[in-house]
């Protein structure tokens, strides 16, 4: 489960070892809330910079050496920043390729290192993306690109890689974590114009990517966890 110290990671991490999993906890700095959160779910804490080529293809073997099998593989590390999608100035090449490579290509790593003992186990890979990579939308054109790759891939790999191994994603809207704490105008949207009235919790994601998890047959799936807000 990548970036599991915190948000959406860390709820699922909650949720899948009450749902009876050993889980490996991870994140790219944050040690001592990974290592702690691990202890409290009788799991394991690694430390990866998923921007880096070789620590994000190293991960997975680094959880094989210790546990000996993966049955679950959750790509949820990821980096977002507001910038005006009219500014395109604002998004150098540089910036481009930071999101890309570790909201796309790292997943990408992990999956590759991770499917031959997802075959093995019969196990599944769940992906968050975004709704910013279903609708033109989202903090910036080039996390709205890197997330709506994901969910291709999502498919892609879903086709390729049945019936051993299943492939989903899910695509939240906004969801009240540590990277969204300041985005007031976000907020403000979805307690005003989603059907649901608020934001989503770290604990919705959770649950859905639990279901995603359980669920033998669905694959291939984008789901939009938005409080509805898409609909209009
Ligand atoms: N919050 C939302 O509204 C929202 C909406 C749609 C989609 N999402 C997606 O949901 C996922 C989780 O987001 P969140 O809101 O829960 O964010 P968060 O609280 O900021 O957590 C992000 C996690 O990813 C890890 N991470 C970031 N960059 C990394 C890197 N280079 N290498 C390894 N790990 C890295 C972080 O580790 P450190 O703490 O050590 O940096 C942290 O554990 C992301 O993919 C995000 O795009 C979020």
Do not use: F
């Not at 910079?49 to 790509?75: F, Q, T």
């Not at 649901?196 to 770290?202: E, G, I, K, L, S």
């Amino acid at each position: 489960m990548t970036g599991s110290a915190s948000g959406i990671g860390e709820a699922t991490a909650r949720r899948l070892a009450a749902d009876g999993m050993t889980v490996a906890v991870h994140s790219r700095s944050s040690a001592a809330a990974g290592t702690a959160l691990a202890r409290d779910l009788g799991g394991t804490y690694y430390q990866a910079d998923l921007a880096d080529d070789e620590a994000a293809a190293g991960l997975v073997p680094r959880v094989l050496a210790d546990h000996g099998r993966l049955d679950v593989l959750v790509n949820n590390a990821g980096i977002s920043w507001p910038v005006p999608h009219a500014d395109l100035a604002a998004l150098p090449a540089a910036d481009w390729r930071r999101l890309l490579d570790v909201n796309l290509i790292a997943p990408w790593l992990l999956c590759t290192a991770a499917v031959p003992a997802l075959r093995e186990a019969g196990g599944c890979i769940v992906n968050v993306t975004s709704h910013a990579g279903v609708r033109p939308k989202g903090s910036s054109i080039a996390y709205a690109a890197s997330k709506a790759a994901l969910n291709h891939m999502t498919k892609l790999l879903a086709a390729a890689l049945g019936p051993d191994v299943r492939v989903n994603a899910v695509a939240p809207g906004l969801v009240d974590t540590p990277l969204t704490a300041d985005w007031t105008a976000a907020q403000q949207l979805w307690a005003t114009a989603s059907p649901m009235r608020r934001a989503a919790q770290p604990s919705d994601v959770a649950d859905l990517i639990s279901a995603l998890i359980h669920n033998g047959y669905v694959t291939g799936e984008v789901v939009l966890l938005d409080g509805g807000l898409n609909l209009r």
